[in-house]
């Protein structure tokens, strides 16, 4: 076997076993990841999560608005890219190679993801169980059984967690 096929499927594992947990990278659009952000409201000093950061997109232009972010994402090539392509930002943004079903999340003001629909009771239960303070979920394409949107733009829901424990 040559080199070039080892790289292909070193490659198509790296990208493809992230759909055992989550989604298959799939970039949020530039318009989509303004309308995820324009629906959270954030402000300056305030945190976002990005659970499945992919390439850094929407972090980086939260971060570009003064919004400081975490995102956690399996692909080890994501995350470096990620890094690579936020070092402007770097104190404002980190990158975890990290799964996030398997961390307690941190206390944050809003929270984007991008999953597939099965996921969505999981993401439900974990925000809930994890985060004490009131935080917005923006979500990507996909509902969550149960809970009713405050608000869409775009293919985006915005859902707000009352949370205080």
Known sequence: ?????????????????????????????????QNALDLLDLKP?????????????????????????????LN????????ISCWRYRKLVTFKCRNYWQVTLPECDGIYVFLLDKFMPRLDKKI?????????????????PGRKPAAKKGGLMLYKYPLGK
């Open 1 to 33: 076997m040559n080199i070039a096929i080892l790289f292909a499927v070193f490659l198509i594992l790296v990208f493809s076993f992230v759909i055992l947990f989550g989604a298959p990278y799939l970039p949020t659009l530039k318009p989509q990841a």
């Open 45 to 73: 000093g305030q945190i976002l999560l990005e659970l499945g950061s992919g390439d850094g997109r929407v972090l980086k232009r939260a971060a570009k608005q003064g919004i400081s972010g975490i995102g956690y994402e």
């Open 76 to 83: 080890p090539l994501l995350v470096w890219y990620s890094q």
């Open 128 to 144: 809930t169980k994890d985060l004490s303070n009131p935080v917005k979920l923006v979500s990507y394409a996909f509902k969550i």
